[in-house]
């Protein structure tokens, strides 16, 4: 089945960069899904954070565009995230998503914590 694994969460001070990696696996149909990162901060609804076409086009929440950055390796079937200048509100578990013949699919989510 499909599988989304994510990495690279952690502890980081404001004004921080971490990188996230999600690791696809399990379908043919991923080499031309869009593939996204959302994330749930504490006490919020799960928002969209960026989405990646195959061919590498992408759309951000207006709170992370000019702050963070999505972009995938096809060959690898892995998505990644940009995080700079990060912020104590981007405290939050992100997750990674795709949808495949109508079906959503999530990883279990990486924990990352904005913090001095």
């Known amino acids: 089945q499909v599988q989304l694994v994510e990495s690279g969460g952690g502890l980081v001070q404001p004004g921080g960069s971490l990188r996230l990696s999600c690791a696809a696996s399990?379908?043919?149909?991923?080499?031309?899904?869009?593939m996204g990162w959302y994330r749930q901060a504490p006490g919020k609804q799960r928002e969209l954070v960026a989405t990646i076409t195959k061919s590498g086009s992408t759309n951000y929440a207006d709170s992370v565009k000019d702050r963070f950055s999505i972009s995938r390796d096809n060959a690898k079937n892995t998505v990644y995230l940009q995080m700079n200048s990060l912020k104590p509100e981007g405290t939050a578990v992100y997750y990674c998503?795709?949808?495949?013949?109508?079906?959503?699919?999530w990883g279990k989510g990486t924990l990352v914590t904005v913090s001095s």
């Open positions: 399990g379908s043919i149909f991923l080499l031309n899904a869009i």
């Open positions: 998503h795709t949808n495949i013949v109508n079906m959503n699919f």
